[in-house]
């Protein structure tokens, strides 16, 4: 007969004892509770970790109807400017003992819908980002994702935070910009024609061009990928613009890659804007103009709401706005003479 194991497992006896604290205590930071002092709860979890106690999550979850996860549901993890967003949130979240499950739709929208649910039946709650579904849609959905942050939509839902950036706002001080710097001809490469964001954009572009007459802007179909943006070289040259606000970053760098293989000058014969500032933009050949959204920021501003909509905080900021900054680099200059 095999003998018997006499090994013990390492309890929360064990953990309190080490921490200084009582059983009590340790159960809530275990859980979750964001009541426990900081200092605290974080001197539980390196006793925690010292003696290699990890709590049953299964048990646990079921006992508490609660899974220390929240979900993310973005358009696409290729894209730096979601990468930036979910570092803000996790890294925010694992501070007070939250993991985070991502989900990606891959630009698909009946994906969308389908992906937040299932988050939602495994999570404690849901953080959307920019999701392209309509106001009417989300509307719907948004009692069954409950507890629920969005992020870059600003449909008004009961109880609901949303955290975007001023993107009208922000494609309007870029066309400044440029006609700051004499353009009169430009070429907007729009987004997913479903994208919210980009709705913001094309309507503060319309404003833009009410307030200048003497401005001419085309819009041109672009996407959200460094290979549209390449793919548009030939309608962009084609449409005379000296100047080109493209629907994010990867866009512009795509269009800036297409110009330079065709021999194009940027920005002695053309200028190029991008949008977001992703960690890229200032190492391209010319670095890129564009307009800077502190994104990571926005990340942790969401997890902040989502904890405080967890603790049903009455106070939580229903809706919060960024200002994108503009950042002016080599891809801009004078219009071209002649």
């Not at 290699?52 to 899974?67: D, E, I, M, Q």
């Amino acid at each position: 007969m095999a003998k018997r194991s006499t090994t013990r497992r390492t309890g929360i006896a064990d953990v309190a004892k080490h921490a200084g604290v009582s059983h009590a205590t340790v159960s809530r930071v275990m859980n979750g509770n964001f009541t426990v002092d900081p200092v605290i709860a974080q001197r539980v979890r390196e006793s925690a970790a010292e003696l290699k106690y990890y709590p049953n999550s299964v048990g646990r979850s079921l006992a508490l109807g609660k899974t220390d996860t929240i979900g993310v549901v973005v358009p696409d993890l290729g894209n730096p400017t979601f990468q930036a967003m979910l570092r803000g949130v996790s890294r925010a979240a694992a501070k007070d003992g939250y993991r985070v499950l991502i989900a990606d739709s891959s630009e698909v929208l009946s994906e969308e819908a389908i992906l937040a649910a299932e988050a939602r039946r495994r999570c404690d709650g849901v953080v959307l980002c920019a999701p392209r579904m309509s106001d009417a849609e989300l509307q719907d959905l948004a009692s069954a994702l409950h507890p629920l942050v969005l992020i870059n939509r600003t449909v008004p839902i009961e109880n609901t935070p949303s955290l975007s950036a001023n993107y009208g706002q922000g494609i309007q001080e870029l066309a400044t910009y440029l006609v700051g710097l004499g353009h009169k001809r430009l070429a907007f490469l729009s987004g997913p024609p479903q994208s919210a964001s980009n709705r913001l954009r094309v309507d503060g572009l319309a404003q833009f061009v009410a307030e200048h007459p003497d401005v001419e802007l085309q819009t041109l179909s672009g996407g959200v990928s460094f290979a549209e943006g390449h793919e548009s070289v030939e309608r962009i040259l084609a449409s005379g613009a000296t100047a080109v606000l493209a629907f994010n970053d990867l866009v512009a760098m795509g269009l800036l890659s297409g110009l330079h293989e065709r021999g194009v000058d940027v920005p002695g014969e053309i200028s190029v804007t991008g949008f977001d500032d992703i960690p890229f933009a200032r190492y391209t050949t010319p670095p890129l103009t564009t307009a800077a959204v502190p994104i990571t920021e926005l990340g942790e501003a969401a997890w902040e709401r989502m904890k405080a909509v967890l603790q049903e905080d009455e106070a939580v900021a229903l809706a919060t706005t960024f200002s994108p900054r503009v950042v002016a680099r080599g891809s801009t200059g004078p219009v071209p003479l002649g």
